[in-house]
């Protein structure tokens, strides 16, 4: 069983940056390090939408169009994490975003609790 725990959620005004973190536990050996992981978000009164994911061999990040440009998806597997870098930051990237962890990219097993990012106009 793998647990995921985010961190580096805030509140940050239009324009700013914040760097999402989602540290990975309760795996072993490779098991540990091979999942994809991805960050979805949900904003108030929606739904869940994806952000970026990241193979577990870390090539060919994905993102979605409203993200593309602004937001850097990385991860370091020596410490079972990966990082999401929101640049450039919009009212409307307001949600909780939540880490996953999973087999393929878009097939998620694991989530974490979620980290809430608030931008302020």
């Known amino acids: 069983h793998v647990q995921l725990v985010e961190s580096g959620g805030g509140l940050v005004q239009a324009g700013g940056s914040l760097r999402l973190s989602c540290a990975a536990s309760?795996?072993?050996?490779?098991?540990?390090?091979?999942?994809?992981r991805g960050w979805v978000r949900q904003a108030p009164r929606k739904e869940r939408e994806f952000a970026a994911a990241i193979s577990w061999l870390g090539g060919n990040p994905y993102y979605a169009d409203s993200v593309k440009g602004r937001f850097t998806i990385s991860r370091d597997n020596s410490k079972k994490t990966v990082y999401l870098q929101m640049n450039s930051l919009k009212p409307e990237d307001t949600a909780v975003y939540y880490c996953a962890a999973g087999p393929e990219v878009g097939e998620y097993t694991y989530w974490g609790q979620g980290t809430q990012v608030t931008v302020s106009p």
């Open positions: 309760g795996a072993s050996g490779r098991t540990s390090v091979s999942y994809a």
